[in-house]
């Protein structure tokens, strides 16, 4: 009798329970939402320059990365190297409000590298009710792409501004501009950007026989953080990159490839197969960053653009490889919503992540 007693106590409970569980779930969404409508990490970060991930994944698939992208913050100024699927989720879950974009620079055009840009593009038009298009900077060949994008979303554009009026939506705010820029007859780099004590470089690299392909060095109150792109070992690379701060480098491990690469043909997966085996030749891999960053004086390393993806624990051993036997300062594989600061006024380098 006791038994059952204490079993109808426990059903009681269970019961009572699960009738708050929805008032209770609506108190915790409405603090959750309280404050991530408030969030905004840039303007709790000291002035220097600071490396945010919103997405370290690649073309294959991955679950826990986002595609390519780097925000960097100078200062309150707000930058973003590529945009891939993803990044603009990963932004607000760090706290980084896409209404501070001050323009986004391209390093090649490959579509992992920018299939996020119409979600960057509309978060910032709406978030800042911004009156000027997202301004995309990058090789020749931007101005096509921004105003393909922006044709693909006219129509679209015109229902955000006809649903919520032009005060909240802009119809000059809407879609993309383009900056291009061209590498000076018998010389690799450009100065693309030199405004309040920021100065950024493009470079070229080698991703052939994607051409053209760029990184970029940001310089900002003595800090200096560069961003490969996508590329091969590259003595052009190294020499960009020559006494920074952190090197932001693309990786791929053959080992692992050549692995999948093994199992696609053996499923008979010949195109797979084949394009695995390729793409080895344009992505340098962690030790070739590590000779590179070693050469250049690096002071430290984050690898982004994985690939392959890294699914179990463990799999981050072979992929490093001999990397850090190479290269003695810190070397990171990049996750999502890492940052990476470079505070003005000091060598310290800082890693931590944001949001949630």
Request: proline letters at 7%; hydrophobic letters at 45%.
């Amino acid at each position: 009798m006791k038994r059952i007693v204490a079993l109808i106590v426990l059903i009681g409970l269970v019961g009572g329970a699960w009738m708050f569980r929805g008032p209770i779930a609506l108190k915790l969404s409405d603090r959750a939402v309280a404050a991530n409508m408030k969030a905004d990490a840039v303007a709790g970060l000291p002035d220097g320059l600071h490396a945010f991930v919103c997405g370290s994944g690649s073309p294959l698939p991955d679950r826990t990365r986002s595609g390519p992208c780097l925000t960097v913050i100078a200062g309150q100024r707000v930058f973003l190297v590529d945009a891939g699927e993803g990044a603009a989720e990963t932004l607000s879950g760090g706290g980084i409000p896409a209404g501070r974009i001050d323009r986004l620079f391209l390093t090649h055009f490959h579509s992992d590298h920018i299939d996020g840009l119409s979600a960057v593009a509309l978060q910032r038009w709406i978030g800042s009710a911004a009156t000027t298009p997202l301004l995309l900077v990058g090789p020749p060949g931007v101005e096509r792409l921004a105003k393909g994008f922006s044709e693909a979303y006219a129509i679209d554009n015109t229902y955000r501004t006809g649903h919520h009026g032009a005060a909240v939506a802009p119809p000059a705010g809407g879609g993309f501009a383009a900056q291009a820029f061209v590498m000076p007859e018998g010389q690799t780099s450009v100065v693309v950007l030199e405004d309040g004590g920021l100065k950024v470089t493009a470079f070229r690299v080698d991703h052939g026989p994607v051409d053209p392909a760029v990184g970029y060095r940001f310089e900002y109150k003595g800090r200096v953080l560069v961003v490969s792109g996508d590329t091969s070992a590259d003595a052009g690379l190294t020499a960009n990159a020559k006494g920074a701060d952190l090197l932001v480098h693309d990786a791929l491990s053959p080992v692992l490839v050549r692995r999948l690469k093994a199992a696609a043909l053996k499923a008979g997966q010949t195109n797979r197969a084949k394009i695995l085996e390729d793409i080895i030749n344009y992505h340098a891999s962690p030790e070739d960053v590590a000779r590179e960053a070693r050469t250049a004086g690096v002071k430290a390393v984050l690898l982004p653009h994985l690939v392959p993806p890294l699914p179990l624990p463990g799999l981050d051993v072979p992929f490093v490889g001999e990397a850090r036997k190479l290269y003695d300062g810190p070397l990171w594989l990049a996750r999502d919503r890492d940052l990476i600061s470079l505070p003005a006024g000091s060598t310290k380098i800082e890693r931590k992540r944001l949001g949630r």
